[in-house]
């Protein structure tokens, strides 16, 4: 059963930084790609970065110089590393796998900016 379980998140001031992460486990997490995705109180669910198997890395262009993904293929983890943060950041964050075919995503994570 695949699970995923994100930490990491709270609360900011503009320019801080956080760094989420998210276990993975149920699956050879090495084998597949990783995504964040974030979805902020009235808005729909969107992109925010992703990095394959092979550690190609892509982002969002809201995020780009800002955000960086990794992973660590030892602990089952992917990262978000979020720096120079903006209100409009404030969101939950979500970590995303497909495997199989099917959707699976983590309970997500709080990130509130505000000063």
């Known amino acids: 059963q695949v699970q995923l379980v994100e930490s990491g998140g709270g609360l900011v001031q503009p320019g801080g930084s956080l760094r989420l992460s998210c276990v993975a486990s149920?699956?050879?997490?090495?084998?597949?790609?990783m995504r964040w995705f974030r979805q902020a109180p009235g808005k729909e669910r969107e992109w925010v970065a992703g990095?394959?198997?092979?550690?190609?890395?892509s982002y969002a262009g809201f995020v780009k110089g800002r955000f960086t993904i990794s992973r660590d293929n030892d602990k089952n983890t992917v990262y978000l590393q979020m720096n120079s943060l903006k209100p409009e950041d404030t969101a939950v964050y979500y970590c995303?796998?497909?495997?199989?075919?099917?959707?699976?995503w983590g309970q997500g994570t709080q990130v509130t900016v505000s000063s």
């Open positions: 149920g699956f050879t997490f090495s084998s597949y790609s």
């Open positions: 995303k796998a497909v495997v199989d075919n099917n959707d699976n």
């Open positions: 990095i394959t198997a092979g550690q190609v890395r």
